[in-house]
């Protein structure tokens, strides 16, 4: 018989152990930074009616970017964001919640296309949200970013230092209103400024003189990338009130204990959702990795659910994009995780299994980290080197002689010392090791 | 526009915050009793290739069971558990995993079939799994199934206690050969046992009649669910060896401090995997849930996936079986988990919020969950309003007095006491509420 694959799917994560318990690590610590920021996490379907995933009707090519199936007379397929499902929960328990309604989601998100290099079909992203109804103040999107640079801190010692550049829609607007330019201008001049990173300048000016045809629009728009907004003071009333408003953010930003926050009118965040200010987070030490999170506000976040009108400010942080990516480029030092395990309880022979056991028990209600080596056929030898493969930090050596007398000899694997004690004085041995 | 519906699809779980933190508590005690016992968490992919997920070729009939689709020329589909995924991964890790390795998985699988009450098609187990490469003592039987009580106990200010029952597969094989029964008659028979519970001692009688066609056989199996081996003790080396086995094995999870242990020959858990000794946990309090955790030993885990044998014993916690089932019965009082938060922090106007940000970074430093109430335009009674009805324990008011004294109004929301006093002496108060 021909035997199955082993690998998982192209574009599908699965980590070794070590690995494992790093990325754990780092979700524990971030999760813990937004539990401390008041966020109710949220546990989602991964599954959603497909009209709610998408407005479009051609599958075809929907078919290409997402996991689609079909159950009955129902289309359905796996969630690419966690926004999609928020929104729709969000409509649907608007008397349940209590506004504003901080959300917070740590969960797999799918998306369909062909894996790519540093592309994942199956990956982790970290979602916080404040959720307003009809109202909700800007101090919010600067609350967000200082979470979210919080939450990178917390693992700042396995990725270094982040900065954050804040962008904004309105500037675009006031800017395209200034300029005079039509509404499909608008709109093909915006997806060319989005897309402008990956284009590369000489596309991207290419792209501009092919939709605008006017040597002077085009080079008004360039200049922001060169100049920010500084051509386009005092030029329109709703220019100003843009860079005012961007102006007085970074202020609050730092009144909030913002580090490492600057302008940066580059910074748009795609077409979806957002409509004022938008944000980005890059790693200093890791640029390579491109923006590690990202937000902004959204003026109508449910308006396909609900007749209520929620206001949203929203952030999603990478999270297999910045630790599955740092272990495979070989960036993480993965030896402090190499094991979870402080004893080793090793029986010498059927004997001493009942007594193992209860040292077993009493040291995992002390919660100590305890793996009971329970093959008693199997040699001395063998039963210390499975403790010294699995990283144990002490064998506890049972055998007849300790039965008999109730005790325990505790060996310390690094140093090779090694002493006969009580269990009590064990497990307070190894509960300083926890 | 048409809105769209904002109830999730039908057998999709999603919770409203209060109970969804107690699920999260419910889950971080279990997975720290695992965590505690030595498991190594996997996080494997939900998307299989189909031929890993199944060896059948009939997609017709597959596909009212799973979650199927095709990318490109790959069918693939959900995880419908953990094991068939653990299996690949296994064999394809041999060399980088320590045996006996011991894995835990918490995670989401999908059931295609149409929704039952109280059946999900996305819901969480618990997995633990201990795999030998050729060999492994039955010690880890009885280990899987202390660490499977332990798991169960840490919520048992929730569940109730738990109790389970040990069946033995190969008891029934010796009682076939014992019987002489032919190989389509222990199939069939073997079917029937399984199925016993859902049918009913009615059903079961007929098929037993309709199968064997033989009353005195028929009334044998049927002794067992009434006798259990008494019957069969010394009428064949094989019935007696799965008969001492079965003794044995009792013997040893009392040493190894397991409660509410018996056997039960009518436990058997299915036809897929198992080929050693069986078990299932159900709860004392509400046996209406049915079995809660179950799981047993297999000869050869990943024979589709290797030419290396490898043995295990492996067990599933039903979570959101026992978890949502007991929030969906009105058996759990959710009223602790009202809220995570400890401190609102409201600023009194635009001047009170660069102070009142300070000090909730000031209190977040110190792992005090904090929610800011930033609308500033809202007025003094709103804004305790909305740190009520978050469940708030203090509110730290800030007015322009407080920011010119940088110090702050404590309100206890609970007693209504309330106290100016300084950041350092705020954060001591609040950090003996965590």
């Known amino acids: 018989m021909e035997l199955k694959p082993t690998k998982p799917l192209s574009g599908f994560i699965e980590l070794l152990p070590v690995a494992q318990r790093f990325v754990d690590v780092c979700a524990a610590r971030m999760l813990g930074v937004l539990r401390t920021a008041g966020f109710s996490n949220l546990d989602l379907p991964a599954i959603e009616r497909a009209e709610v995933l998408t407005d479009k009707d051609n599958w075809d090519e929907i078919e290409t970017q997402m996991f689609l199936f079909q159950k009955g007379d129902t289309k359905m397929g796996l969630r690419y964001d966690g926004t999609v499902g928020l ?3 969000v409509a649907g328990h608007l008397n349940d919640l209590t506004f504003p309604f901080r959300a917070s989601q740590f969960s797999k998100r799918y998306r369909g296309e062909r894996a790519q ?20 103040s800007t101090n919010y999107d600067a609350e967000i970013i200082s979470v979210i640079q919080r939450t990178l801190n917390s693992v700042s010692d396995f990725i270094g230092e982040n900065y954050v550049r804040v962008g904004s829609r309105p500037f ?11 509404s499909a201008q608008k709109k093909d001049v915006f997806i060319l400024i989005d897309k402008r990173d990956k284009m590369g300048d000489q596309d991207f000016a290419e792209g501009l ?14 200049s922001v990338f060169i100049n920010g907004y500084s ?9 100003d009130a843009a860079i005012n408003e961007l102006n007085d953010f970074m202020k609050k930003l730092n009144d909030f204990g913002v580090k490492n926050a600057d302008i940066d009118l580059s910074v748009t965040r795609g077409l979806a959702y957002y409509t004022g200010l938008v944000f980005e987070f890059k790693l200093s030490t890791y640029p390579e990795l491109g923006t590690v999170a990202g937000g902004g506000r959204y003026a109508n976040l449910s308006e396909k659910f609900s007749k209520t009108k929620i206001i949203g400010v929203g952030a999603a942080i990478g999270f297999s994009r910045i630790f599955v990516a740092l272990i495979e480029a070989g960036k993480i030092d993965l030896s402090k995780f190499e094991s979870p395990v402080v004893a ?4 010498m022979g059927d004997v001493a299994v009942s007594f193992a056991m209860s040292v077993v028990n009493a040291l995992r209600d002390e919660n100590i980290a305890t793996v009971a080596c329970l093959d008693t056929e199997k040699k001395f030898k063998n039963q210390i080197e499975y403790a010294d493969k699995i990283f144990a930090k002490y064998s506890l050596i049972i055998g007849e002689d300790e039965v008999n007398c109730q005790q325990i000899t505790v060996k310390n694997m690094s140093t090779g010392d090694q002493e006969k004690m009580s269990l009590r004085d064990a497990v307070k041995l190894l509960k300083t090791e926890q």
């Open 87 to 89: 929104s729709r929960y």
């Open 117 to 136: 290099r540093g592309r994942y079909r199956e990956f982790y992203q970290m979602d916080m949200d404040i959720l307003g109804i009809n109202t909700l």
């Open 172 to 182: 675009w607007d006031a800017l395209f209103d200034y300029l005079g330019l039509n």
């Open 209 to 222: 003189s092919d939709t605008l045809k006017n040597e002077k629009l085009e080079n008004e728009i360039k």
């Open 231 to 239: 051509n386009f003071v005092k030029k329109s009333d709703k220019l």
């Open 344 to 347: 080793a309880v090793l029986p």
